[in-house]
């Protein structure tokens, strides 16, 4: 029998002790005698946010099916938790052997958002790793980050030996074997990290310096070392079918986030809105093979006894086989009582008929993104969708028996007016209205329910909207209030609920979209002063990072407020995510002409991820390649 | 046709609450490739019950199920089938098809026997073993048990069937309790009522409690909900 960590009576007073057990159906257990790397895999929030991560499940798999590795799972412990190792000086380890972390080769931390930050740190810290990399040595495990954060990895670059850029997939092999070089043959650290350099897609963070000018922006960035790439190219797996799935994943004890089989049918989006970065970093959108999903799907049932299966996708609805994979689906899982989720479809004709044939008569809720109230709005995001089709949809829905719509928005959003914030609220309006006019009264069961929730808009790295002023707390909460007002003035506000989200915490997630070097000792100040979970509303402390901020001398609005000029170096403009800056500044500018931009499947627009031959952008009878 | 599992529940597996055993179960079974029946209606579940939720932090060697299953593969093949299933810490320890008409199992719990130890390092109250003794050969223990009512007072002593001090290899008190749906009593009841009777306080923690065996009635015998044949 495994022995844990903790002992009993410290898991009988913490809240789940089973986040901390390990065990779990599908865990890999190896002999560590046996093995020559161990690798423990990181998400920094809680075991149930953790464990419902694809990419960490990826990971695992394809490491574990290297005989020489032994990848291990590691999660942040709960505040409760946390406070009795601290106390009683429980070095943090990994679920699997329960061993500590600080005892294994390479411990790799997914970021996937920013408002994780100070949890990498609490995660170093409780393994007692040094936090900052240029304080470890041999001994240390190397730190390795990835996700989707570490497009603009300057931010947290201190507390990393080494930044992968990119898909997973594709270069691990010969990192873990140049480590076993690096053991072998007794090199120091800093000459494994300048061998790691090398690795395409391996960014050390270590080996570069940057020079700012006097108004705060950046000079240039200056290799130390001879021979180091000046760019690091993100990584990307080009046949999506020949490449490491999880088809044993791990089935947790507990109840996690995403408690069900996942299927990505395929990675990117060929859309192109302008906010969107998952959409730009994830080019070129490349497919799945279909006949290899549905042998997927039917293992990976029968391997974890899951009662419900999900698409993953940035637009499932853009996936070429989606019909012939749908009726497979529904025929299979309707044997087996298996519920089918479907996130991320548009609604249309198709979607609410597969919508009626996989969900019980209890209809649930439809979800519309317009993301923008306005048409033009809608253009400058090049949001390709009308309200035309919005409410086509929603006709459908109605007619089809559903009730209740929600429905996303973004506030602040670039060259936003007054009246594109208002027109938030009579699109709500509209919705309503259609609702009254398309169903007869006899037929309706109360009120249509309409949910408009309202995110506020955050310029992130690698999109068109790099360049644009993020807004001021004290614009965000202003625009809120007149979506709130404007609602309440329409006709049908008695069927519309409105929801926003809190202005402080995107203004953080702003400063470190955008953030440089400098604010590297800002989170470790922060971390210093109390700050962990500040993804978790309940755990976020604006004061101690305000005051954070300023004991550093580092001014948040700097980075968020401003709109950056045409030719401004950006800290993250060393990578080269597959996407052409001049691609990004064309539209920006097409952007702020409100001019839309076709997408993928409809024409090619010179992006620059052609060059990878692979996906869409090899698929014939596209348009013209730039 | 209605099928009862015996299983055991030993090691980390003992910081799994008891609705987390469900649903491990619910996957298992879909593992397993067992024929289960499923309830009728828009939100088909698989017709499964529990005889008695254990707490968390207890472990076990007597744990009960039902479930309907819509063909019967045999005893020996289904316990084959879940047990290549299983995490480390729970094990199939017997299948038994039940007569028809047999009650659930959950119904059926009369009495269940556990075996506490207490966790090492806790120093107990001088002599303690024979105190323990004296405290259950009284005729009448009276105490204040807490119900979803409100409080009220019962004689403790009609719901202890056996208890008995074991000593090898470390002091361990066994008991067979009343486990019945009105007037279930925890092992943990027992030896606070008598430690507080010596005027002294069990720390938090200190009972390590192994369930041995679940009993049903039957003809005023208590046997094991899975009785030998």
């Not at chain 1, 990119?166 to 074997?177: F, M, Q, S």
Request: hydrophobic share 40%; glycine share 6%; charged share 25%.
């Amino acid at each position: 029998m495994r022995k844990l960590a903790l002992r009993d009576d410290i898991l009988l007073q913490v809240e789940k002790p089973a986040r901390y057990i390990g065990g779990e159906v599908n865990a890999v257990m190896k002999d560590k005698e046996q093995v020559a790397v161990r690798f423990a895999m990181c998400f920094p929030d809680v075991y149930e946010i953790g464990m419902s991560h694809l990419g960490i499940q990826i990971i695992y798999d394809m490491m574990n099916q290297f005989e020489d590795v032994w990848c291990e799972r590691v999660y942040s412990p709960w505040v409760d938790l946390d406070q009795i190792m601290r106390k009683e000086k429980i070095p943090l380890f990994a679920l699997e052997s329960q061993d500590p972390v600080r005892d294994f080769d390479f411990l790799g931390i997914t970021i996937q958002y920013e408002m994780c930050y100070t949890n990498i740190l609490q995660i170093l810290d409780l393994s007692g790793i040094p936090l900052l990399a240029r304080d470890r040595g041999e001994q240390d495990p190397v730190v390795i980050g990835g996700g989707p954060c570490t497009y603009n990895p300057e931010p947290f670059c201190d507390f990393f030996d080494l930044i992968y850029v990119g898909e997973a997939e594709t270069r691990y092999r010969e990192l873990l074997d140049l480590y076993k070089e690096y053991k072998a043959g007794g090199w120091t650290r800093r000459k494994f990290l300048c061998r790691a350099a090398l690795i395409p897609g391996i960014y050390v963070p270590s080996l570069y310096e940057v020079i700012y000018r006097e108004d705060g922006t950046i000079r240039e960035r200056i290799p130390l070392e001879e021979g180091i790439p000046q760019i690091i190219e993100k990584e990307l797996v080009k046949d999506m079918t020949d490449t490491y799935y999880p088809l044993k994943p791990v089935v947790p004890f507990i109840q996690v986030t995403q408690d069900r089989v996942v299927l990505e049918i395929q990675r990117g989006c060929i859309r192109g809105c302008r906010f969107c970065q998952a959409g730009q970093i994830y080019r070129p959108v490349r497919e799945r093979d279909v006949d290899t999903l549905k042998r997927y799907a039917v293992e990976m049932l029968k391997n974890t006894g899951h009662e419900e299966i999900s698409l993953s996708s940035l637009s499932s609805s853009d996936y070429s086989r989606l019909p012939e994979l749908l009726d497979y689906l529904i025929e299979k899982c309707g044997q087996e009582k298996i519920n089918i989720s479907l996130p991320s479809l548009r609604i249309d004709a198709f979607s609410l008929d597969v919508m009626n044939r996989v969900q019980d008569v209890k209809k649930s809720s439809l979800t519309f993104a317009p993301e923008a109230g306005s048409q033009r709005m809608r253009d400058i995001i090049n949001k390709g969708l009308t309200e035309e089709v919005i409410l086509e949809g929603a006709r459908l829905a109605f007619e089809g028996g559903w009730t209740r719509v929600k429905l996303y928005f973004m506030l602040g959003l670039p060259m936003e007016t007054q009246e594109d914030i208002r027109e938030i609220a009579h699109l709500c309006n509209k919705i309503a209205a259609l609702f009254y006019d398309t169903v007869p009264r006899e037929k309706r069961n109360g009120r249509v329910q309409i949910v408009a929730s309202t995110s506020f808009f955050i310029p992130k790295p690698f999109t068109p909207f790099q360049w644009a002023a993020q807004n001021t707390k004290e614009q965000f909460l202003e625009k809120a209030y007149l979506t709130r007002t404007s609602i309440a003035g329409e006709l049908n506000q008695k069927s519309i609920k409105y929801n926003w989200h809190e202005a402080d915490a995107s203004v953080l997630e702003g400063v470190f979209a955008r953030g440089d070097r400098r604010l590297n000792q800002v989170i470790l100040r922060a971390y210093e002063k109390g700050c962990l979970y500040d993804a978790w509303s309940e755990y976020y402390r604006n004061d101690v990072w305000l005051s954070a901020f300023s004991e550093c001398g580092v001014d948040p609005d700097f980075y968020t407020v401003r709109e950056r000029a045409d030719d401004e170096v950006f800290p993250w403009d060393f990578l080269d995510c597959g996407v052409s800056r001049a691609f990004l500044l064309r539209e920006w500018h097409r952007s702020c002409r409100g001019e839309v931009t076709p997408n993928c499947k409809e024409r090619c627009n010179g992006c620059g991820a052609s060059r990878y031959g692979c996906g869409i952008c090899t698929e014939s009878g596209k348009g013209a390649q730039l | 046709m209605k099928v009862r599992i015996k299983f055991s529940k030993n090691g980390p597996l003992k910081f799994i609450g008891h609705l987390d055993v469900m649903r491990y179960f619910q996957k298992a079974i879909r593992r397993s490739s067992i024929p289960i029946a499923y309830s009728e209606g828009f939100n088909p579940h698989q017709i499964m019950s529990f005889a008695s939720p254990l707490s968390v932090g207890h472990t076990s060697q007597g744990e009960y199920m039902d479930i309907e299953v819509t063909s019967f593969l045999g005893e020996d093949e289904m316990r084959e089938r879940l047990q290549g299933v299983m995490a480390e810490g729970i094990e199939i320890l017997k299948v038994r098809l039940l007569p028809a008409g047999a009650g659930n199992a959950m119904a059926s719990v009369a009495a269940a026997s556990y075996r506490v130890t207490f966790r090492p390092g806790i120093s107990l109250p001088d002599h303690w073993q024979e105190k323990l003794a004296a405290f259950y050969e009284q005729e009448e223990i009276p105490v204040v048990k807490k119900t979803k009512k409100g409080e009220k007072e019962i004689n403790l002593k009609e719901s202890i069937y056996d208890l008995h001090i074991d000593t090898n290899p470390c002091p361990a008190v066994c008991m067979l309790l009343n486990a019945s749906s009105g007037g279930n009593i925890r092992p943990s009841f027992v030896l606070e009522r008598f430690f507080a009777t010596l005027k002294w306080e069990l720390p938090p923690y200190a009972l390590m409690v192994h369930r041995l065996e679940l009993y049903r009635r039957e003809e005023e015998r208590l046997v094991p909900l899975i009785w030998e044949k």
